[in-house]
């Protein structure tokens, strides 16, 4: 009779790494360290999430970012985790983060950029709901050894070669893609390790769960309305966390639509073009769904500022697409 639980464990990520980098015989194995760096990074916030409660990091932090947001102890401890595991890790030239106003620069000769939003969902940090971190990986376009440049950091969600994200929830989960399918890893805590549990990611291609706050309603623009309207009559399911990765992660599964409309608090939008949405976007794509500002491919906006906002509409394509027929 089979265990439930898997009586072998199976791939580990660093295996999973090890064995894709050798189907990329010019792959200098640059891209794979970076890839363990970030996880090992989740791991750290992973132990310092789950005792949040117990230990003096709960709460806020008592200063604001740049985003003016009141930044959370968490969203804090998470950047400096992931901004010294990029440093140790030596793969990066530089750093875009929503916790930090300007261009973290890490390391002349390296070759790689992050983009990260290194705690999502900082408000449901101290109601134990789940957050996650969201990141993108691009090649410097700069010649190795010169200063990092703003073309670097500010390229299309088009250039991404890797993104993912970490969901601290029920369990610990990575999630990413470097353009080769969307596989996902839970981690074993027995083993300290990300194990392969979820290969190759499909999004299903329609759905019936929609996911806005509907709290601002009434600052929609028309068409946003009616469709949220048609989703009524459809008698859909509304979910809305609060936490874009963990909404996004539900509906790649169970197919869905995650939707942040501009409101009149948010003129453009609330969610991040070079550290939420290209991530998201890359991932929903090559798991056969479709992310858009309401009209164009979020992949190929043209980021002008690091912290620049973006509507979005992102997951199962028949629900994207019927969604952008109201508006
Ligand atoms: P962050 O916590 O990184 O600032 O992001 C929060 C985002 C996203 O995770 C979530 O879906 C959305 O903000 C919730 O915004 P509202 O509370 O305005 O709905
Ligand atoms: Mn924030
Ligand atoms: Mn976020
Ligand atoms: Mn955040």
Do not use: W
Request: hydrophobic share 35%.
């Amino acid at each position: 009779n089979k265990t439930l639980v898997g009586s072998t464990i199976g791939t580990t990520l660093d295996r999973f790494i090890n064995k894709k980098q050798s189907e990329f015989p010019f792959a200098t194995g640059e891209l794979s360290q970076l890839l363990r760096d970030i996880a090992l990074a989740g791991k750290i916030i992973n132990v310092e999430i789950n005792k949040s409660g117990l230990l003096d990091i709960a709460g806020a932090y008592g200063t604001t970012n740049v985003q003016g947001e009141e930044q959370q102890k968490l969203d804090v401890i998470a950047n400096i985790r992931f901004i010294r595991a990029l440093k140790n890790g030596g793969q990066v030239c530089a750093i875009v983060s929503e916790e930090d106003d300007e261009i973290v620069e890490i390391n002349q000769d390296s070759n790689y950029v992050v983009a990260m939003d290194p705690l999502d969902g900082s408000s449901n940090i101290d109601v134990n709901v789940s957050i996650g971190t969201i990141f993108s990986i691009y090649r410097r376009v700069s010649p190795n050894g010169s200063p990092v440049s703003r073309e670097d950091v500010l390229q299309k969600g088009q250039k991404q070669v890797a993104a993912g994200y970490i969901l601290y929830g029920s369990s610990t989960m990575m999630v990413y893609t470097t353009g080769h399918g969307v596989n996902g890893f839970t981690y074993e805590q027995s083993l300290g390790e990300f194990v392969l549990s979820h290969p190759d990611i499909t999004c299903p291609n329609d759905g019936s769960i929609y996911s806005v706050n509907e709290g601002s309603y009434f600052s929609f623009e028309k068409g946003v309305q009616q469709y949220i309207e048609y989703c009524k009559e459809q008698r859909y399911s509304a979910r809305y966390i609060g936490s874009l990765v963990s909404d996004f992660h539900r509906n790649m599964f169970k197919g869905g639509i995650y939707i942040y409309p501009r409101t009149d608090k948010a003129l453009n939008g609330k969610l991040r073009l070079v550290y939420e949405c290209n991530a998201l976007a890359f991932i929903a794509e090559q798991a056969g769904g479709v992310a858009t500002d309401g009209e164009q491919r979020i992949m190929d906006l043209d980021p002008l500022e690091l912290h620049q906002r973006t509507q979005l509409f992102i997951g199962s394509k028949k629900m994207v697409e019927k969604a952008e027929s109201f508006l």
